[in-house]
């Protein structure tokens, strides 16, 4: 890649450490101890950002790494860009469209110079966008300058490793983590979901809140995506996106839908939507006798049923529409009469529970409203299915011994299960506090509350019989705990004096251990451990986040330590108990976000040794710097003692053996809440008698 092209690139101290492959902690220490470090170029006082190319040169004046991976330099020219990100990835993505879809045109318009290959471009462009997002699309309007060539030709060198779509992908990714604002993303499981539910013939598909176009992204087989958003930006993004995934025509509008619908017609297959939460100022001055509202004028506070029925009036008549609600629609007295309308004339079809941390905001289990636009004169059906999937999570996170990721699958499919029977039948087969087909009397009272929890049967819990397998595996794993229980702890004998101390930092700069900084992104489908992961004890639950990374997986014999945490009273000692040597059902997963991973040299350093020395509490009190609400580690500040190997495993045992003591604590006290819990509904449902 030409130098000039990259020249007017910044980036942060975290890009720096990044392109180093150090952590953020050793840019900081270059920036104090080495006074020709290049002084901030831009940015803030207390967020500077630095001249790519000076850095570059420095790094290799100091014998450090300097080449930068053609991803990052394609990164820091879309940050470059003097109109900002989002026109850089408007003109990389209309770029990549003709790469794929016209490759040996794209060799021959990119064989001259800069501004002859802008001005061959220019009609290209047009033609493509036309082809793809419709004629007359705002982004054919803006036609590549000479300036963004050079950035142009190095994302084109990327896709030719990458493809198009990935490379698209990964400059997206980035730019949504770096942004000054958090985007609206749906996660790609939910949106499977979803789609499914819309069912396998959806050729028409609408989603009026489109965000980032994760929701129309998930569906296969569609013909044409309609899309529209009231961000210029997102709607923008979200076409090339959708263009760059497949072979959909992809009609997409920048308005809000509620107050500009960009949409009106044809009527669609499905729509899948969404939509933002609790709102106030959706139009509900202005769109008082707007004719959407067939089954009643949603309140102020109901904005979520203007977009129910915004998604209703967009059906073809048999279409279903499957949108993401916050619990409270179920239930809020202001929504009771147009919740009672959909039912009696047969719109809403299913409302399902799905578990809490399915999708942000992570702490409450969001809802999903399945509806279908009526036929005239169709009998309604008698009956709309409830699910309520928190059951089914906590079974199977209990079954992968406490690893909430994989209870996705096992949702999603008694989800899809429970959908096909009563698509099928009309009804679906009762599962005690899973899923029942209510009839519609039962839910027209005074509330007519859809929450299916509500409508559900409890769980068999077993009754008694599951509560004394419970007892017996708790009395297995107390026995277990009582033999693992370290001895009476021992003085050291003699008067020998302390071994002299070295540091994680020295052993990493020995080539002793290898320090590796967790992100939790890279590509394929490895399992992500995450902070809570290390500090449970259990397996990895969290999704890979892509990237063009090739990520660093775990191996048996690395260590996880968590580098923040809370505040306490210990100094830190949350941390501390926080340490883990990796074992063969963790390996081969991904450090998350805030884990420093260590692989020490198994011929110098003793794995054990070296983690139960990192997780004395005096130790994180030396590394750690404190905040008002937080501490932050120091990994390469944690001290301990050089020991000849033998004397090493010799204590790297007892580390173990402390290690497996405390897992069978935490395994008794996970079985002790159940067979309390269980208890008290036993006793309460009469199940049990005292």
């Known amino acids: 890649m030409p130098e000039?092209?990259?020249?007017?690139?910044?980036v942060t101290a975290a890009e720096i450490a990044r392109l180093a492959g150090v952590g953020r902690a050793a840019v900081s220490n270059w920036r104090r101890r080495h006074a020709d470090f290049p002084k901030p170029a831009g940015?803030?006082?207390t967020s500077p950002s630095f001249a790519l190319a000076e850095v570059e040169d420095w790094l290799r004046a100091q014998g450090k790494p300097a080449e930068v991976p053609l991803r990052e330099r394609v990164w820091q020219q879309v940050c470059a860009h003097p109109g900002g990100a989002v026109p850089a990835l408007t003109e990389v993505g209309t770029a990549l469209l003709v790469v794929r879809d016209r490759?040996?045109?794209?060799?021959e318009l990119t064989a001259v110079s800069d501004e002859r290959t802008a001005a061959l471009l220019r009609p290209v462009f047009g033609q493509v966008l036309a082809a793809r997002l419709g004629p007359g699309h705002p982004l054919a309007a803006a036609p590549p300058r000479p300036a963004a060539v050079p950035l142009l030709r190095a994302a084109a060198a990327l896709a030719a490793g990458l493809g198009a779509r990935k490379t698209f992908e990964f400059l997206l990714a980035r730019h949504f983590d770096a942004g000054p604002r958090p985007y609206p993303r749906t996660p790609g499981g939910l949106a499977e979901l979803m789609a499914a539910l819309a069912g396998p013939g959806a050729r028409t598909v609408l989603d009026p809140a489109c965000g980032t176009g994760t929701l129309l992204r998930a569906v296969p087989g569609a013909t044409t995506l309609y899309a529209q958003d009231s961000s210029p930006e997102l709607a923008a993004l979200a076409a090339l996106r959708l263009a760059l995934h497949g072979s959909a025509q992809v009609r997409a509008a920048a308005a809000d839908s509620l107050r500009a619908d960009a949409h009106p017609r044809p009527a669609v297959d499905a729509v899948l939507c969404h939509p933002p939460f609790n709102e106030r100022d959706w139009g509900h001055e202005e769109l008082a006798y707007d004719p959407r509202w067939e089954y009643g004028f949603p309140a102020r506070t109901e904005s979520e049923l203007a977009w129910v029925q915004h998604a209703v009036a967009h059906l073809r008549e048999g279409g279903t529409a499957v949108l993401l609600m916050p619990p409270a629609v179920a239930a809020r007295r202001s929504g009771r009469r147009i919740r009672a309308d959909l039912l009696r004339r047969g719109a809403l079809r299913a409302v399902i529970a799905l578990p809490a941390g399915t999708a942000p905001p992570h702490g409450i289990p969001l809802h999903l409203w399945v509806l279908r636009?009526?036929?005239?004169?169709?009998?309604?059906?008698?009956g709309l299915l409830l699910v309520d999937t928190a059951a089914t999570a906590a079974s199977a996170t209990a079954a992968a011994e406490g690893r909430p990721r994989a209870a996705w699958p096992a949702?999603?499919?008694?989800?899809?299960?429970?959908?096909?029977?009563y698509e099928r039948t009309g009804t679906a087969e009762e599962v005690p506090g899973v899923s029942r087909v209510v009839p519609v009397i039962e839910l027209l009272d005074d509330d007519v509350d859809l929450t299916p929890a509500r409508h559900l049967p409890?769980?068999?819990g077993g009754g008694p019989a599951e509560l004394s397998a419970v007892r017996g595996r708790l009395d297995e794993i107390l026995a277990r705990a009582a033999r693992l229980a370290p001895p009476p702890a021992d003085p050291p004998a003699g008067d020998a004096g302390r071994p002299p101390l070295t540091t994680v930092g020295e052993l990493a700069r020995a080539g002793a251990l290898w320090l590796h900084t967790g992100t939790g992104g890279g590509t394929g489908t490895a399992p992500v451990l995450t902070v809570g992961d290390v500090c449970a004890g259990r397996g990895p639950s969290g999704a890979l986040a892509a990237t063009a990374d090739t990520p660093v997986l775990t191996a048996p014999g690395d260590?996880?330590?968590?580098?923040?945490?809370?505040?306490?009273?210990?100094?830190?000692?949350?941390?501390?108990?926080?340490v883990r040597v990796v074992d063969a059902d963790s390996a081969g997963a991904v450090p998350g976000r805030g884990l420093h991973l260590l692989r020490p040299d198994p011929g110098v350093l003793d794995p054990w040794f070296l983690a139960?020395?990192?997780?004395?509490t005096a130790n994180h009190r030396r590394a750690s710097s404190h905040a008002s609400t937080a501490t932050r580690l120091d990994v390469r500040r944690l001290r301990l003692p050089r020991l000849p190997l033998e004397r090493q495993r010799r204590y790297g045992d007892r580390f173990r053996a402390l290690a497996e003591f405390e897992d069978a604590l935490r395994q008794a006290g996970r079985l002790g809440e159940q067979l309390v819990q269980g208890l008290y509904d036993g006793l309460s449902d009469g199940t049990v008698t005292p």
């Open 4 to 10: 000039e092209s990259a020249a007017g690139a910044e």
């Open 43 to 45: 940015g803030s006082e």
């Open 103 to 107: 490759p040996t045109d794209w060799l």
């Open 373 to 382: 636009r009526p036929a005239p004169h169709a009998a309604p059906p008698a």
């Open 411 to 421: 949702v999603h499919g008694t989800v899809e299960a429970a959908w096909a029977a």
């Open 458 to 460: 409890p769980a068999a």
């Open 559 to 578: 260590i996880l330590v968590p580098v923040a945490g809370g505040a306490s009273g210990a100094g830190g000692a949350s941390g501390a108990r926080a």
């Open 612 to 616: 139960g020395f990192l997780r004395g």
